[in-house]
């Protein structure tokens, strides 16, 4: 719902980052002259019923030029699908765990009176913010205003970022802000958490009690604010994201996937373990499994909190990454397993991928490239038909064995 930060990636996840936009066939340029200044005749009104004022209105948005390499941005598509390993070992880095690890002994106390208050553990908060800008060392150069309006001008997000643009202009206003110094994503995402203008105006809080509200420059402000937005996301207080955990040989792997959440206790009568051997226990918490890497890589059990995660940024390896990385700047070891080395495959093979198994009988949806969870649905029911390891990841030897899978002809349908 909040970060660009891994939008030009595409993952083997549950979806993209919650607020991405890869275009699929509606490729509309720059808006002509004429058709923006139409546009930003539109939005002024808007503006203006939303509240905002004349000045602003006028001399703020009236002023806008569009911002020709935003759309490419929001058209641009990766030649290669990224793997859990590629993205993983980007993120989850001994830098982001030192430096979390400073930042938690620095801001220690305030920390403790904002998981006080909003139940949220300090060391989440510090992995959100490790994640999201590097702690504040990059939090994006791009105009906000500017950027919003040239996607509102655009037909293919225009209500949704019309909406963004409006909040932005009432946000300077409210917070006394210089246009100028509005800068962030180019999808218009801001400050150390990178917030949209919409979460930025009905979650941001005060932090320091200066009587503003500056996630640009204000690490309180910006922790504060993580805390109160992820306490209305649904964040249940007592919980963990998730952990690590040791798979039986034999599983029967199409039991993993998000989707199919079951007690711990179901998960513990399968013989399911922590890291260490301990038994899961026997708690009702509902609780997934997920084998992002497939089945030589780590596995990772999920609970409620992960959801709540995911809400922030919709993609599995982000909702794993941030997990992880909290875990680590608490003091947690490292994973299990050493992250396996994966397939590499471009975005064009992996459509083929998808196609050739709709071909076979096999739903994965439309074929996009995404490892999504109707893809991982298809690949675990083609597996078990040819004797693999059920785990859902398009290994090499799937793959292969898919394209040379024959395709079954309707006598029916050619009669």
Not at 170 to 181: A, F, S, T, V, Y
Not at 213 to 240: P, V
Not at 289 to 311: C, E, K, W
Request: hydrophobic share 35%; aromatic share 10%; proline share 5%.
């Amino acid at each position: 719902m909040i970060s660009f930060s891994s939008f030009k990636t595409l993952v083997f996840a549950t979806g993209l980052t919650s607020l991405s936009f890869v275009a699929h066939g509606q490729q509309s340029s720059t808006p002509e002259a004429d058709s923006f200044g139409q546009c930003i005749e539109r939005l002024q009104q808007e503006a203006r019923d939303a509240g905002v004022s004349e000045r602003t209105t006028v001399d703020i948005l009236g002023q806008v030029k569009p911002l020709e390499r935003i759309l490419s941005y929001d058209r641009n598509q990766p030649e290669f699908v990224q793997t859990f390993t590629g993205y993983f070992s980007k993120r989850v880095t001994d830098w982001r765990i030192n430096k979390g690890r400073e930042k938690l002994q620095e801001h220690k106390e305030f920390l403790a009176e904002l998981t006080k208050q909003y139940g949220v553990p300090a060391q989440y908060l510090i992995a959100f913010w490790g994640l999201e800008t590097n702690f504040g060392s990059y939090k994006g150069k791009t105009p906000i205003i500017p950027a919003l309006t040239t996607l509102a001008c655009d037909q293919r997000r225009s209500v949704y970022f019309s909406g963004e643009l409006v909040q932005a202009l009432l946000l300077l206003e409210r917070e006394e802000l210089d246009h100028k110094q509005m800068v962030g994503s180019w999808a218009g995402a801001m400050g150390h958490t990178q917030f949209m203008p919409t979460a930025y105006m009905k979650y941001a809080k005060d932090g320091d009690g200066d009587g503003k509200i500056d996630l640009w420059n204000n690490e309180l402000d910006a922790l504060a604010s993580a805390a109160h937005f992820l306490q209305n996301l649904g964040w249940k207080t007592g919980y963990r994201w998730g952990r690590e955990v040791i798979i039986p040989e034999g599983f029967d792997y199409q039991l993993a996937g998000k989707s199919q959440p079951q007690p711990l206790s179901f998960w513990s009568q399968q013989n399911v373990t922590q890291v260490g051997g301990k038994p899961l226990g026997e708690s009702d918490l509902k609780s997934a499994l997920l084998v992002p890497a497939g089945h030589t890589g780590s596995a990772f059990m999920v609970y409620p909190n992960f959801d709540v995660i995911l809400r922030w940024n919709n993609s599995e390896y982000y909702g794993i990454a941030v997990g992880h990385l909290a875990d680590r700047i608490n003091g947690k070891g490292t994973l299990s397993k050493p992250l396996p080395e994966l397939p590499n495959y471009t975005l064009v093979e992996m459509q083929q991928f998808q196609e050739k198994l709709n071909q076979l009988g096999y739903d994965v949806g439309e074929a996009d490239g995404i490892l999504g969870p109707a893809t991982r649905k298809g690949v675990r029911a083609f597996q078990v038909t040819v004797g693999l390891i059920a785990d859902g990841y398009p290994s090499k030897e799937t793959v292969e064995a898919v394209k040379n899978a024959p395709v079954e002809i309707d006598d029916a349908k050619n009669s």
